[in-house]
C-alpha cells in the first residue's frame, strides 16, 4: 500500500485517499466528457504501480487509448457515476489490467464489462455480477472468451422466433459461431479445468440441468420444426386436436402422421389465443413437447445443411462440453464479448440471464 499522500487533482476537486486505492471526487454537479476523462486518467496515475520511464510510457498510452474508447461507450448521463468509488476501483483495474496486456480483444471486452457497470448504479444482481465478471475477464485469454461465448449461443441464445426450417436454424447457428468457433481448437484439458477452476464453467447444475447438447438445446427452441410428428395411436390426445387449426397433416415414408402447425412454444401460444383455443391447450403443448426428435437426429440434419460445422461439433462433443454450463459471470462475459465482436448490434440486455426472482414461479 502506498504511503505517499500528496495528489493531484484538476480545478475545482477534492482527492480522497482510501485503503488502497485513491479517488477522485469533481466537487460540482454535472460530469462533461472532458471532466470524466480527467477523473479516469487520474484513477490511473495516482494508483498505477511505480514502472521504468519507458513502461510508465507504454502503460500511460494504453490506459489512454482505453479511457478514450470507454468514454465513447458510456451515455452521457451516466459520466457523474465516475465519481463513484466502486466504479473508480473497478475501472483502476480494468485499466490497470490493460495497461499490462495491451490486448486489443480482451481490453474491448473490459470496457463493454465496465460501461455496462457504470450505466448500472443499483446494488442488485446485476451489479454484482458484472463486478465479478471484470475480475475474471481479465484473467482470461481471448481463445477461453470464444469458449464461453460459443457455450452461451449453444445453451442460453434463442435465435429467433421467426425461423421455420432446419435450413433456417442452420444459417442462424453458424452466424452465431463463425466469429469464435476456431478459437476452441487452441484449448485443451488444462484450459477447461482452469476456467472451472476460475467460477466460468460448472458441472453441477443444481436446479438446472446439468448437460444439454446442442441438438436437445434446438430442440427445446424449436420442437415444431426438430418435429418427429405423431399418429393418433402414438398420441391419443391428438384426437382433441384433430380438425382445428393447431394441427397439420403431412406425407412421411410410414404414411400420414399430423404436427402442430407452430415451431415454437411462443408460436403456439400465439395461436391458442388467436383462434380461441384454450380448451385444446394441454393437447397441443403436449403434442409439440414430446414429439421432438432424438437430439443426435437434430444435430445431424443441421449438419446436413451446414456440413462445414461438423468439424466444430465433433471438437465440442469429445471436449464434452455438453456437460459445462457458463456461470452467471461468464454469461456476461460471453454476452459482453458477442456485443463487442457484432459492435453493439447484439443488443438484448443482459438482464435477460440474470435471474429477477422468477426461475422458480
Not at 480522497?16 to 466537487?27: D, L, N, W
Not at 472532458?34 to 510508465?56: L, P, Q
Not at 483495474?93 to 457497470?117: H, K, M, N, P, V
Not at 472468451?145 to 429467433?160: A, P, R
Request: glycine letters at 8%.
Amino acid at each position: 500500500m502506498t504511503t505517499k499522500q500528496n495528489q493531484r487533482g484538476g480545478d475545482g476537486s477534492t482527492n480522497i485517499q482510501g485503503e488502497s486505492i485513491k479517488y477522485i471526487e469533481v466537487a460540482h454537479y454535472g460530469v462533461s466528457v472532458a471532466d470524466a476523462k480527467t477523473i479516469a486518467m487520474d484513477v490511473f496515475e495516482m494508483n498505477v504501480t511505480r514502472f521504468t520511464e519507458i513502461a510508465r510510457q507504454v502503460a500511460s498510452e494504453r490506459v489512454g487509448e482505453f479511457t478514450n474508447k470507454l468514454l465513447g461507450s458510456i451515455p452521457p448521463q451516466s459520466l457523474a457515476a465516475l465519481q463513484d468509488p466502486d466504479v473508480q476501483r473497478r475501472l483502476f483495474f480494468a485499466q490497470q489490467e490493460f495497461a499490462c496486456s495491451g490486448d486489443d480483444e480482451i481490453g474491448d471486452t473490459l470496457i463493454t464489462l465496465l460501461a455496462e457497470r457504470i450505466t448500472n448504479s443499483r446494488h442488485g444482481m446485476r451489479r454484482l455480477v458484472l463486478n465479478e465478471a471484470l475480475q475474471i475477464a481479465a484473467k482470461l485469454t481471448a481463445d477461453h472468451i470464444s469458449l464461453l461465448t460459443c457455450n452461451f449461443f449453444l445453451k442460453y441464445v434463442s435465435f429467433g422466433d421467426d425461423l421455420r426450417t432446419v435450413q433456417e436454424v442452420a444459417e442462424e447457428v453458424d452466424a452465431a459461431l463463425t466469429p469464435y468457433r476456431d478459437e476452441i481448437f487452441n484449448l485443451g484439458q488444462p484450459d477447461l479445468d482452469y476456467l472451472r477452476g476460475n467460477g466460468c464453467l460448472t458441472v453441477n447444475g443444481g436446479f438446472i440441468q446439468a448437460s444439454v447438447s446442442p441438438g436437445q438445446y434446438l430442440g427445446w427452441h424449436y420442437p415444431g420444426i426438430f418435429t418427429q410428428g405423431f399418429t393418433l395411436e402414438e398420441f391419443y390426445d391428438g384426437h382433441h386436436l384433430v380438425g382445428t387449426p393447431l394441427i397439420e397433416e403431412y406425407p412421411t415414408a410410414d404414411g400420414n402422421r399430423y404436427r402442430v402447425r407452430a415451431t415454437s412454444m411462443l408460436k403456439l401460444d400465439a395461436m391458442i389465443r388467436k383462434y380461441n383455443l384454450e380448451d385444446k391447450r394441454h393437447a397441443a403443448e403436449s403434442a409439440l413437447k414430446s414429439r421432438v426428435q432424438p437430439d443426435h437426429v437434430i444435430l445431424d440434419s443441421v449438419l446436413e445443411c451446414a456440413p462445414h460445422l461438423k468439424r466444430f461439433f465433433t471438437r465440442w462433443q469429445k471436449m464434452g462440453m455438453s456437460g459445462y454450463m457458463n456461470s452467471a459471470s461468464a454469461i456476461a462475459i460471453a454476452h459482453a464479448n458477442v456485443r463487442r465482436a457484432t459492435g453493439g448490434k447484439f443488443s438484448t440486455p443482459i438482464d435477460n440471464w440474470l435471474s429477477a426472482g422468477t426461475d422458480f414461479d
